[in-house]
């Protein structure tokens, strides 16, 4: 089972895992399942928000996720202002 595959399961479906960080749709969680991959931003809030269950480097293989956790490029802050929005915000 892929990392984006246990994150849908943890959260109990496509709507709940969009609807637990503030997407538009199910539809944008479908897009990062079959493409395999999630966006780097969402990486550590799906982390913190399966308590670990699912981890960043199971969502994206692309980022060197030891660098990000030793701080570099000021870490989590730095890939979350890169979402168009936070999890949980209403949509804009």
Known sequence: MTGI???????GGLT????ALGLSGYQVVQQW???GRVPAPYG?????????????????????WAYIR????????ALRSACRKQPGEAAR
């Open 5 to 11: 595959e246990k994150a849908i399961h943890f959260f």
């Open 33 to 35: 399942r079959e493409s």
């Open 44 to 64: 550590p809030v799906i982390e913190r928000l399966t308590d670990g269950a699912v981890i960043c480097e199971e969502l994206d293989d692309r980022v060197d």
């Open 70 to 77: 030793r701080g570099g490029a000021r870490s989590e802050l």
């Open 16 to 19: 709940h895992m969009a609807r």
